[in-house]
C-alpha cells in the first residue's frame, strides 16, 4: 500500500514565527487534504489540494504531485495554531493518513 | 448548514458488549466515511459507504461492520468489545468520496 510520511514530527515555535510542514507519499494519489486536529479532537480540514498552491489567510499549501510532495506554510504563527496537522491521499478508494504533525505555538 | 454530527460524544461499554454510533452527514453529502484514531496507531480507515452501498473497507476486524441509511445518515457497530477498541471515532462527510472531506467532532469510546 501507499506510504505518507510527515516532517517534522514535533514542532516547537514561538508565537509570529513562520513554519513549513511536510508531507510526502510513495505513489500517485488522486488527492490531497490537510487537516488541523484541535485539542478537542476535531478534524478542520484547510486544503483540498491534489495539485498546485492554495492560501487562506495565513496559511498556504502546495502539492507537487509528479514528485510527491506537499508542504503546508503557516506564516506568524499564533497559540491557536497549535494541534496536529495531518495530510491525507486519497488512494483508490481508500483515504490514507500521515502519523501527523505536532505544533506547539508558545506566547 | 449544519456540520458533519456524530453521537454519542462519549461512551463508556464493558469487554463483549458491543455498541453502536451514528454519523449525520452534511446535507447533500452521499458519501461517509468512518476512521479509528489511538495513540500508537493514528488514524485509520474502516470503511466508506456511498449511497447506502460499502465501497471499501480497511482492515479491521468483522466484528466492525458499518450501515448507511437512504437519508445518508450512516452506523457503525462494534460487537464483541475488547479493550483495544477504545479510541475516537471519527466521521466524515463529502459529495463524493474523493472530494472535499469534513469531519465530525468524533465518538470517544472507552472499553473497560
Known amino acids: 500500500g501507499i506510504q505518507v510520511e510527515q516532517s517534522p514530527p514535533d514542532l516547537i515555535l514561538q508565537e509570529g514565527a513562520n513554519s513549513t510542514l511536510r508531507c510526502n507519499f510513495s505513489?500517485?494519489?488522486?488527492?490531497l487534504q490537510w487537516f488541523h486536529q484541535n485539542p478537542w479532537g476535531q478534524l478542520i480540514n484547510l486544503f483540498y489540494i491534489p495539485s498546485g498552491t492554495k492560501q487562506n489567510g495565513r496559511l498556504s499549501a502546495t502539492t507537487v504531485a509528479t514528485e510527491r510532495y506537499s508542504l503546508l506554510y503557516i506564516s506568524s504563527s499564533q497559540t491557536t495554531d497549535s494541534g496536529v496537522y495531518f495530510c491525507?491521499?486519497?488512494?483508490?478508494?481508500?483515504?490514507?493518513f500521515g502519523p501527523g504533525t505536532r505544533l506547539s505555538v508558545l506566547p | 448548514k449544519a456540520g458533519v454530527t456524530q453521537t454519542p460524544r462519549y461512551l463508556i461499554k464493558t469487554r463483549g458488549q458491543q455498541v453502536t454510533l451514528s454519523c449525520s452527514p452534511i446535507s447533500g453529502h452521499r458519501s461517509v466515511s468512518w476512521y479509528q484514531q489511538t495513540p500508537g496507531q493514528g488514524l485509520q480507515f474502516l470503511f466508506e459507504?456511498?449511497?447506502?452501498?460499502?465501497?471499501n473497507k480497511g482492515n479491521f476486524p468483522g466484528r466492525f461492520s458499518g450501515r448507511q441509511f437512504s437519508n445518508s445518515r450512516s452506523e457503525m457497530n462494534v460487537s464483541t468489545l475488547e479493550l483495544g477498541d477504545s479510541a475516537l471515532y471519527l466521521c466524515a462527510s463529502s459529495l463524493e468520496g474523493d472530494r472535499k472531506a469534513f469531519f465530525g467532532q468524533g465518538t470517544r469510546l472507552t472499553v473497560v
Open positions: 491525507a491521499v486519497r488512494y483508490g478508494q481508500n483515504f490514507v
Open positions: 505513489d500517485s494519489v488522486n488527492n
Open positions: 459507504y456511498f449511497s447506502e452501498t460499502q465501497r
